[in-house]
């Protein structure tokens, strides 16, 4: 993966090959459609590792994301680097919000989710 001129968000694209409930800490238990995803993220540095630590699947669940790419039948089939502010890359993104909160419990620019839902592709 090349690094595009100072990273600072990314996105991975998602595909949940069947339905899937998986239980996202303090969001409960939630049930993912069949599809296609996009979620951003962002890294203050070390934004390769970052990216490589949801690609191996974390040992520890420690952010949204972990849950939902630990559930049998989800995988990771491509990745972005991006320059832009992860909020701004965020709203750029085409999709529904298909889990309010997720990813998303300190953004201050109003995303109500950086997971989202571009259905079935």
Known sequence: MSTPRKAISYQL????ARAVTVRVGALGQVRFAPGRYIY???AKRAIEAR?????????RLHWHIDHLLA???VRVTAT??????????????AGSIPVPRFGASDCRAGCGSHLKYQGRH
């Open 40 to 42: 951003t993220g962002s």
């Open 51 to 59: 990216v490589a630590r949801h690609l191996a699947g974390a040992r």
């Open 13 to 16: 694209v998602i595909r949940v």
């Open 71 to 73: 559930a049998p039948g």
């Open 80 to 93: 972005r680097l991006s320059p832009r502010p992860e909020c701004s890359l965020n709203q750029a993104t």
